[in-house]
């Protein structure tokens, strides 16, 4: 499994992702590609692995884009259908949107969260995306 999840991806996959796990149901990885300028990590989901729904808040500018690498996995906007992603998808989230993301359930997934840069950003995290509505996924 070890082999299977460091084959991913180019980038390195990191170390469990313990600094956030009470945001996670299930396993996720995380090494920092970049910290200086634009933040920029390398996030691995193990196949069922999501977080909880969130908002990336700013005054001005802020907000994440998600460069998918590898794997099957969701991303959904509150009040929105869930959307699948694939390698090769990019999905801008403007400051001020609650959404979530996450692998598929018999998926690994990975992907490049980029922190947008703004004024007075930080993230606000939200309850858990319910077993019930995960379910639904295909």
Not at 35 to 56: D, K, L, M, S, Y
Not at 110 to 115: K, N, Q, T, Y
Not at 129 to 137: A, F, H, I, Q, W
């Amino acid at each position: 499994m070890n082999d299977e999840k460091e084959r991913l991806t180019v980038f390195p996959v990191g170390g469990k992702n313990d600094a956030f796990a009470q945001y996670f149901i299930g396993q996720s990885y995380l090494h920092m590609l970049s910290t200086e300028q634009v933040a920029i990590g390398n996030v691995t989901f193990e196949p069922g692995c999501r977080n909880n729904w969130h908002i990336h808040h700013a005054k001005s500018g802020g907000g994440q884009i998600l460069l998918v690498t590898a794997g099957r996995g969701y991303y959904q906007e509150w009040g929105k259908a869930p959307q699948e992603l694939h390698a090769g998808d990019v999905v801008n989230i403007p400051a001020g949107v609650k959404h979530w993301h996450g692998a598929a359930p018999d998926s690994w997934f990975v992907h490049l969260a980029v922190e947008v840069p703004g004024e007075d950003g930080h993230s606000e995290w939200c309850e858990p995306v319910t077993d019930e509505e995960y379910g639904k996924l295909k």
